[in-house]
């Protein structure tokens, strides 16, 4: 008997972020389908006219997410495209950007349509980065930012170097610089348990490629060293 085809991708759109010393980052905004018929979109990127036609084309826009302290460059154009969509952010972000506007913090609970379509861990313990992420369950997806990266072929040298030298180059990985942004390891450990219990059939990071097979057992190559010894990876 063949195995089933994989899901397809929760819907996203795809650019080519140049960060500092020309390193070339491929960078995500995915989008969460809503029960009400809207659509959340998660780490926006920037949004042309043509590009808002084929988001429009899946629906309505209502929420707009910063999903972390980090991916917010992007946002204060998107909130203007969609005056009327709220926008959700960490807490820390109103510090970090007053200028932007921010109508919910994410740690204050999700509104009732999203809520009724994704579950959201935050990922305590990383005061910089206050990065949360989103399981949409029907899809059994799990959308992540900054955590993994699975980027397997870099776009220039200075990405090549850069992405060697985190310890994710061409593979799903976490950097290594990630270890000195965690400030409190237990209450990071209970984060990647819970994300790790979630029946995850699919992952969709910031950067690099979706995942849309085994992606809790991938996880669990690439974060079960943060639990106890006694852990191990749940039945399938």
């Not at 990266?149 to 593979?171: D, I, S, W």
Request: glycine share 6%; proline share 9%; charged share 20%.
């Amino acid at each position: 008997m063949k195995n089933p085809a994989p899901a397809a991708a929760l819907p996203h759109f795809d650019m080519l972020q140049r960060l500092p010393g020309n390193f070339l980052l491929p960078a995500r905004m995915t989008v969460l389908p809503l029960g009400d018929g809207t659509l959340a979109l998660v780490s926006p990127i920037p949004i042309d006219g043509a590009l808002a036609a084929r988001i429009a084309a899946l629906g309505r826009v209502s929420l707009l997410i910063a999903p972390n302290l980090f991916h917010h460059f992007y946002l204060g154009a998107a909130s203007e495209r969609y005056p009327e969509a709220r926008v959700l952010a960490p807490r820390g972000l109103r510090q970090k950007r007053p200028d932007l506007r921010i109508d919910a913090e994410l740690e204050a609970g999700l509104p009732p349509a999203l809520a009724a379509v994704v579950e959201v861990i935050k990922i305590e313990g990383v005061p910089a980065l206050d990065e949360h992420v989103f399981f949409h369950r029907a899809q059994r997806a799990l959308v992540v930012t900054d955590l993994v990266f699975n980027v397997l072929k870099p776009q220039g040298f200075v990405a090549n170097v850069a992405l060697f030298l985190m310890g994710c180059h061409g593979r799903l990985g976490q950097s290594r610089s990630f270890r000195f942004l965690v400030k409190d390891r237990a209450a990071f450990r209970a984060s990647v348990e819970l994300l790790l219990a979630l029946p995850s059939a699919q992952l969709i990071p910031a950067h690099g490629e979706p995942v849309l097979e085994d992606a809790q057992a991938r996880l669990w190559q690439v974060l079960g060293h943060h639990l106890p010894q006694r852990a191990a990876l749940p039945a399938r």
